[in-house]
């Protein structure tokens, strides 16, 4: 049983680019959440995707943006990078039920320059 | 707003009982949890809260108080692999939708 993947594992970048970030649920999960987490702190919501919708938002600007396929996957794309972008980027996946958790992929580092 | 509390770092001796506290300020509770994280790594699931009182799963146990906002993670009989983040979250239903929110996470050292 395949757990949450995430790719690429590691990225770097330069201001002012674009990337998209990639993630596959655990298998049979349909719900996923992206996370940034800083160095030294915890993760930060992003947003989460169910039925290929982004239902909940959180303080991010607009250059986060993503997208789930009907295969459950998902991508986040982040425009216009900045330095303080330099993140883990976490996706957590887990099933659209009361109670349910949250199980946490690799995460992808990217590193702005 | 939402706010977390959990001491940045605590060390402890491999063998003994360490605690580590987290006190939350939220709306809209629905759970509390707490995700283990090694260096580099992602968090990965130890336990989960929704009522009051103590859940053990070996090792590990964590306790909840939702009308004092506080709850602890119990690590007995330590481990030098369990020097890592221990990172307190709490769901919120916002919307109808569940949503983490993390504390910050308590670096833990464990010394022979």
């Known amino acids: 049983d395949a757990g949450v993947t995430q790719s690429p594992t590691h990225l770097i970048k330069t201001r002012g680019q674009q990337v998209t970030l990639r993630c596959s649920p655990k298998?049979?999960?349909?719900?996923v959440s992206w996370y940034q987490q800083a160095l030294g702190q915890g993760p930060q919501f992003i947003f989460q995707?169910?039925?290929?919708?982004?239902?909940q938002r959180g303080n991010f600007p607009d250059r986060f943006s993503g997208h789930q396929f009907p295969n459950y996957s998902s991508e986040l794309n982040v425009n216009a990078l900045l330095l303080g972008d330099s993140a883990l980027y976490l996706c957590a996946s887990s099933l659209d039920r009361v109670g349910e958790t949250q199980y946490f992929g690799p995460g992808t580092r990217l590193l702005v320059l | 707003g939402q706010n977390i509390d959990q001491p940045t770092e605590m060390t402890a001796t491999e063998g003994a009982i360490v605690q580590i506290n987290c006190t939350y300020q939220?709306?809209?509770?629905?759970?509390l949890f707490w995700y283990q994280q090694h260096a580099g790594e992602a968090p990965t699931f130890l336990s989960y809260n929704v009522l009051d009182g103590l859940e053990e799963k070996g090792r590990f146990s964590s306790f909840l108080s939702r009308s004092k906002g506080y709850s602890y993670l119990l690590l007995k009989e330590l481990q030098m692999k369990d020097s890592a983040s221990y990172l307190c979250a709490v769901r919120i239903l916002s919307g109808g939708y569940n949503k983490l929110i993390f504390g910050a996470g308590t670096r833990l050292a464990v010394h022979p």
């Open positions: 995707y169910y039925e290929e919708e982004e239902r």
């Open positions: 298998s049979g999960h349909d719900t």
């Open positions: 939220t709306s809209g509770f629905n759970g």
